[in-house]
């Protein structure tokens, strides 16, 4: 493993990640006021004790309790819809990659069509379909919604794995289908489906605050956008309230920040192409402005065509 | 030749795209338990506001219009009918005002928004990380940092920052709407000097994270390019920096330009509640308002239409594609 170079972006973002997810976990066992209870007046200041530590939000509630609370439901919500979007974008590009045939017609067709259907349409007509929203629904929805650009990016590359020889050989010996995938194929595109998962998550985060911007956030719970909607309708910006309305602003650009950027940096650690090594700069040193032909040898795990072909999907698609 | 059957193949999967896109548009809401009109009707009374009497005609008329009566692949045809008449339906909420008159007045203003912070976020990103990724040493790993950030900051928390900060605190421009108390919208040189304050905010909060999102993947597909055999072999053929920038360049933007073709989809949803954070009066107020009412034939319609110009935005990527790549018009088909 100590060919695995961690980079200082590598800690700094997994330092942002732990920060968020200690916010979003710990946080409710430190602040143990009940985020629906009311303790103060509209907009009150922030104050020196520990549940008025940034004020009231416009029901007279603890801002830093809803924050907490908050950044649980949408980390919640984020882990749930990312791991239902990534487990149908796997399994589908997966299938559709190494099978080829009629079934990867059906399948690319479907997340094609997929893809061109704007996923805030989607997710938006779901969700005005459902009467009781939960955040568990609500992940649902999002996550039933935003798998097919990792399906069509995975099956890219099981396309190309299928052609190695280490398949064939698989299929010699007897291996049965199933094993073939699991054993042979999904290995070689763990490293992508880590960085894609780490996007659905970001993704569907965001998606879950702009849902509830519109007013389809989930009903009973409070989070990041459940907190931000209130905030945009008690004109607390316009008011200059500032404590109601940034710290869900900042906590939501904070997860989204640190998880992109851990993407990018797991990027560069499983995928030498994109790194500039000391090579690199070696060759610019000596008057070259470009990288030189750093790394073009170096075994890339898979075909960095994938990335290639979808060039940081999430970050520009998805519903923010 | 290659170019019309690539061409022609692009606009079939339109159409199919766009017959899902109506069927989803129709059926999803419709998942709802019971008759769409019931729920509707009693969410509508709960809400307050709507009479008696106005509640019957509403009935009737969305029976009628419908044809709720009918089965619902029918229903689905009467609406499809609908939709080709360009009739969008009525309105709930603002009952007499068809949904066309309100469509049509927020319309203009999202396009007005989004189409120039699309096209110049796109060019201005490219230009960035491709110069990131050229120039590399400090001015890469500052521009690459900065994108990544402006990117990853979602459209409305930029808006919500920057509607703070030079809005409420500087107080230099507007902080809501899109002109000013007693303009009325016309084409005069008073009312847009007026609107194009209003017009810098919600422009700007969208610009700056679109031109982050494009530079980060221009970055990484230059730098990827420049690792390239092409490259290499050139550089061994002794061809100038400059001209392999050229080749490196032309390689390097046709992901991109499918790449606008995934963003847009993106772009449109944050400009949707971009919207809502400045009051700006285009299609996300006005799905925001109809939501709030539970106006269905209004988020229908406004959902259609965003669906609408997300397909047809595709189509001119790909028609833009087959133009400018070469491997699609000599190949039979291009990628699927």
């Known amino acids: ?320 | 030749m290659g170019l019309t059957r690539y061409l022609g193949r692009r606009f079939l999967w339109f159409l199919g795209t766009l017959v899902v896109a109506l069927l989803l548009n129709f059926f999803l809401p419709r998942l709802i338990p019971g008759n769409p009109v019931d729920s509707i009707v009693s969410n509508l009374a709960r809400g307050g506001g709507v009479g008696g009497e106005d509640l019957r005609i509403i009935y009737e008329n969305y029976n009628r219009e419908f044809g709720l009566d009918k089965p619902l692949w029918q229903q689905f045809f009467v609406y499809l009918g609908q939709l080709a008449q360009g009739n969008l339906g009525t309105s709930f909420a603002q009952y007499p005002a068809s949904v066309n008159t309100l469509v049509g007045d927020s319309l203009p203003w999202s396009i007005v928004l989004q189409v120039p912070a699309i096209l110049i976020g796109w060019i201005v990103g490219n230009i960035l990380g491709a110069m990131a990724a050229f120039r590399g040493g400090w001015f890469d790993r500052g521009a690459f940092v900065t994108s990544l950030f402006a990117t990853s900051i979602p459209y409305y928390c930029l808006a919500i920052l920057l509607l703070f900060i030079c809005g409420v605190q500087l107080g230099v421009l507007p902080i809501g709407g899109a002109y000013s108390f007693g303009l009325t919208p016309e084409f005069s040189a008073a009312f847009f000097g007026d609107a194009i304050t209003y017009f810098w905010l919600p422009f700007w909060s969208l610009v700056v994270v679109f031109i982050g999102g494009q530079a980060v993947g221009m970055r990484s597909m230059a730098i990827y390019e420049l690792g390239a055999d092409y490259v290499n072999y050139g550089r061994g053929l002794g061809l100038t920096d400059n001209r392999i920038t050229g080749y490196v360049f032309r390689n390097a933007m046709l992901p991109q330009i499918t790449g606008l073709a995934l963003s847009i989809s993106g772009l449109v949803g944050g400009a949707l509640v971009t919207e809502l954070v400045f009051s700006y009066p285009g299609v996300g107020t006005l799905l925001f308002n109809a939501i709030s009412t539970v106006d269905y034939p209004v988020i229908q319609a406004v959902t259609l239409i965003i669906t609408l110009a997300v397909l047809l935005a595709n189509f001119a990527v790909d028609i833009v594609n087959g133009l400018i790549d070469p491997r699609i018009r000599a190949a039979r088909s291009g990628e699927r």
């Open chain 1, 1 to 320: 493993m100590k060919s695995i170079n961690l980079t200082p972006r590598f800690w700094f973002a997994a330092v942002l990640v732990l920060l968020t997810l200690f916010i979003g976990l710990i946080g409710p066992f430190i602040v143990r006021t009940d985020p629906d209870t009311v303790i103060g007046g509209l907009y009150d200041r922030p104050s020196g004790s520990l549940p008025l530590l940034l004020g009231t939000d416009n029901e007279g509630q603890s801002v830093l309790a809803n924050l907490v609370y908050g950044t649980r439901t949408s980390l919640l919500v984020g882990l749930v819809a990312g791991l239902i979007a990534s487990a149908i974008g796997l399994v589908l590009g997966l299938i559709a990659g190494y099978q080829g045939g009629w079934l990867d017609d059906v399948i690319s067709g479907l997340t094609n069509v997929a893809l061109a259907i704007p996923s805030i349409v989607l997710v938006i007509l779901l969700g005005i379909a459902l009467n009781d929203r939960s955040s568990l629904a609500l992940a649902f929805i999002i996550g039933i919604t935003s798998w097919p650009w990792m399906a069509r990016a995975v099956r890219a590359q099981s396309t190309s794995i299928r052609a190695r020889e280490h398949i064939d050989v698989a299929r010699l010996s007897g291996a049965s289908w199933a094993s073939i995938l699991t054993r042979d194929v999904l290995p070689y595109l763990l490293s992508y489906v880590v960085m894609a998962f780490v996007l659905q998550v970001s993704g569907a985060i965001l998606a879950e605050a702009a849902l509830s911007l519109l007013g389809l956030g989930p009903s009973g719970t409070t989070s990041l956008g459940v907190m931000l909607y209130w905030a945009l309708q008690w004109g607390s910006i316009r008011t200059g309230a500032i404590w109601a309305f940034l710290p869900p602003t900042v906590m939501l650009t904070l997860i989204a920040f640190s998880l992109l950027l851990l993407q990018s940096s797991l990027d560069e650690v499983f995928n030498p192409r994109l790194r500039r090594g000391k090579l690199a700069k070696r060759k610019t040193k000596g008057g070259q402005a470009l990288p030189g032909p750093v790394a073009t040898q170096a075994p890339t795990p898979i075909g960095t065509s994938g990335i290639a072909d979808n060039p940081v999907p999430a970050s520009t698609g998805g519903t923010r």
